[in-house]
């Protein structure tokens, strides 16, 4: 069965501390990766996507991700987080199937 | 560019009662998706529409819960009747190229 599955449900972290929010996807998911963000009361927003082409992917807003086909895992990494960055990360990947969501909070 | 529009965004009904939710997607998004988010799990995919036919509802409760997109543009998800266990954020996506989704805002609903 296809699956994705978020290691953490939740990530404490101190601001400005790097961060990796862990992600596995099963093999017969087919290899378009995603991460969003989903802030309080607000929708999902897209943060990273790999298609295809180069196994990093980077966001604007300084997060990055890798695909590693053979570990089958896009873990999610910021080398430098912020109170701002405090929100629900969730990985998805094939045919529109999401992980149980990260919670990471960043605390001063 | 407007975005995905959702409403309402917060509905409370007592079970048994029926309910109803409407998406408005980005204008020239053939694909739209509805979604169930269960607090404290990812989102799960309920119905995907291609212009105003289905693509995907396997895993749509269908005796209790329809969707239609009749001219292809906005969409409605009924619940009839709601039982407890439908409280959750139900969540509308649209597309263009069926890979990247835009998410709506959601709409809440508790049932009581």
Redesign the interface.
Not at chain 1, 41 to 46: A, F, M, P
Not at chain 2, 40 to 45: F, N, S, Y
Not at chain 2, 99 to 106: A, D, L, M, N
């Given at each position: 069965a296809q699956s994705?599955t978020?290691l953490d449900s939740q990530v404490p972290v101190f601001e400005e501390a790097p961060v990796e929010l862990r992600c596995n996807y099963s093999s017969s998911v087919s290899v378009?990766l995603f991460w969003?963000v989903q802030y309080p009361?607000?929708?999902?927003?897209?943060l990273l996507?790999y298609?295809s082409g180069s196994t990093l992917v980077e966001s604007i807003n300084g997060f990055e991700a890798e695909f590693n086909k053979s570990q089958t895992s896009f873990h999610l990494r910021k080398p430098s987080v912020h109170i701002s960055d405090t929100a629900e990360y969730?990985c998805?990947g094939g045919?529109?199937i999401?992980?149980?969501?990260t919670e990471l909070s960043v605390k001063p | 560019e407007a975005g995905?529009a959702q409403s309402p965004r917060y509905k409370i009904i007592e079970k048994r009662q029926s309910v109803a939710f409407w998406c408005n997607p980005i204008s020239g998004h053939a694909t739209l998706?509805w979604y169930q988010q269960i607090l404290?799990?990812?989102?799960?995919?309920l119905i995907?529409f291609q212009n105003n036919g289905v693509v995907?509802d396997s895993q749509l409760p269908k005796d209790r819960f329809s969707a239609e997109r009749l001219k292809g543009v906005d969409s409605t998800l009924k619940i009839q009747p709601a039982k407890l266990e439908d409280s959750a954020v139900y969540?509308c996506?649209s597309s263009l190229d069926q890979?990247?989704?835009?998410?709506?805002?959601?709409t809440r609903l508790t049932v009581t």
């Open positions: 994705v978020q378009y969003y009361n607000q929708g999902l927003q897209l996507k298609l969730f998805a045919k529109l999401f992980g149980q969501g | 995905v998706y404290g799990q990812g989102p799960k995919l995907q995907d969540l996506a890979v990247e989704q835009y998410f709506g805002p959601g």
